[in-house]
């Protein structure tokens, strides 16, 4: 293993409800080495460590409300994400952070926010792949009201190459015809 795969994810605010306190949202993987494009109704990331020690996310704030949202100062750096493992929709609440480690808020106005996800289960350690939750918390106030940004998350632990379920079942099918032919030509050479 090396140092940790690095990367970026666009966070674009595109409306907030102060209702629910939560904010409507687009995700988008960019840069050098981007994660997969989000999936499904909660915008879940495939976090893929290529074999590296885990992954550096840096989560780019744009605020497309003008509503001047940005992650909070650096002095809350632990409430700018929580995270939880299990289900993609858990909503983990502030100060929870299984998986999802916030090491720094910079950039103009605090819109960038550097998180560290080790992605790896550790031998006698945590369980650290498969789904989890994770929310990024943005203010307008520097910490005194919050709304949440909820996606999900799917921890795969290194794999560089994802398979469709076609893909197995046709490579299965060849395996066992490849088997079959091979132990009827077995029986033919013991006879």
Known sequence: MTNPRQTTVIVTLKSVDLATRTG??????V???????PTGPHQELLFEN????????????????????????????????SSELGATDLCPKQGT???????????PNNNILRV???????PGGPKLTGPFSYVLWVTNDNGKNWIALDPGGQNMNGATVRL????????????AVGTVFALGMRRENDR
Do not use: C, M, R
């Open 24 to 29: 409507k949202f687009i995700l988008e993987p």
């Open 31 to 37: 840069g050098s080495d981007p994660l997969p494009p």
């Open 50 to 81: 290529n074999k590296h020690d885990g992954v550096d996310i840096e989560f780019v704030l744009i605020d497309a409300t003008n509503q001047q949202y940005t992650f909070p100062p650096a002095k809350k750096l632990a409430d700018a994400v």
């Open 97 to 107: 952070s299984d998986v999802l480690i916030p090491k720094s808020i910079n950039g």
């Open 116 to 122: 560290h996800n080790p992605n790896q289960n550790i």
């Open 164 to 175: 469709s379920w076609s893909a197995v079942l046709v490579a299965t099918a060849i395996f």
